[in-house]
């Protein structure tokens, strides 16, 4: 299983971003999928997780309200739009999957990882 990660860049804060989680190399249906972001000196944290049917979401606490994970079976691929970015998003950020029917939390679960995109909010 292959994740490819895109969409980060750099954006007022604000403003908004629509990052890209594409996921190939297996049956997409059956994974759940999970944002994770790391900042510069800081250890790896939770964003976003959604279901294998995307019917159920779960969100960190810094981001309630402001992001949103969606899936799109049709084109492998798992969303994660950003929206009223502040600095403090700035980290880059990285999908994550694994073969499991509920939201997955934590990445020791995480079996597959994509590469990471940057994203970068200025004041």
């Known amino acids: 299983v292959q994740l490819q990660a895109s969409g980060g860049g750099l954006v007022q804060a604000g403003g908004s971003l629509r990052l890209s989680c594409v996921v190939s190399?297996?049956?997409?249906?059956?994974?759940?999928v999970g944002w994770f972001r790391q900042a510069p000196a800081k250890e790896r944290e939770f964003v976003a997780a959604?279901?294998?049917?995307?019917?159920?979401?779960t969100y960190a606490d810094s981001v309630k309200g402001r992001f949103t994970i969606s899936r799109d079976d049709s084109k492998n691929t798992v969303y994660l739009q950003m929206n009223m970015l502040k600095p403090e998003d700035t980290a880059a950020y990285y999908c994550?999957?694994?073969?499991?029917?509920?939201?997955?939390?934590?990445?020791?679960?995480?079996?597959?990882w994509g590469q990471g995109t940057l994203v970068t909010v200025s004041s």
């Open positions: 190399g297996s049956r997409f249906g059956v994974y759940a």
């Open positions: 994550a999957a694994v073969r499991r029917f509920g939201v997955v939390l934590a990445p020791s679960d995480y079996n597959y």
């Open positions: 959604i279901n294998w049917s995307g019917v159920t979401t």
